[in-house]
């Protein structure tokens, strides 16, 4: 297996074969794998940078990141998945240490907000996120609000 290639591109960047490679492994991941039928088209994607790992063509790892005030009062990270046959890879950590580092470098800060499926809060908590105890459902999944200042 080859080593990924990884990217960071705004909305307008991406050409219409990389957004649909991009919309359709997130369908996979959210709505097929966890079973979860939600409407991922939710009108943020023209405002976030896309951050994704390809292996000979494939995405391995995927997330967005947004700018302060789009989606919290700080930056924030949303979509994060490791496609299904890349996960022994462990592409999830360095998908989250580029993202950190991209939201610092293009933004300035460090104070990041996301909204995390209740199962990876171990994960999350390792690069210095805190649980704000706030929990809800989000299509039907638990999640909890985490913070890194």
């Known amino acids: ?9 705004t909305f307008h960047e991406l ?11 997130r369908a996979d991941v959210f709505v097929v794998e966890q079973n979860c039928p939600y409407q991922d088209l939710d009108g943020s994607d023209e ?21 302060p005030g789009i989606k ?3 930056a924030s990270i949303g979509r994060v998945l490791t496609g299904t046959d890349y996960r022994r890879l462990k592409l999830g950590k360095s998908l989250m240490h580029i993202a950190i580092s ?15 499926q209740d199962y990876l809060i171990r994960f999350y908590e390792e690069f210095g996120f805190e649980n704000t105890g706030k929990q809800y459902l989000e299509d039907h999944l ?3 609000e985490m913070l890194r200042l």
């Open 142 to 144: 638990p999640h909890t």
């Open 72 to 74: 919290y009062d700080e």
């Open 102 to 116: 991209a939201i610092e470098t293009r933004y300035g800060t460090s104070q990041i907000r996301i909204s995390a």
């Open 47 to 67: 405002h976030a940078v896309h951050i994704r790992a390809e292996i000979n063509g494939n995405i391995a790892a995927y997330c967005r990141i947004f700018a």
């Open 15 to 25: 050409s219409t074969s990389e957004l649909y490679k991009i919309l359709q492994v």
């Open 1 to 9: 297996m080859n080593k990924p290639v990884w990217h960071i591109q």
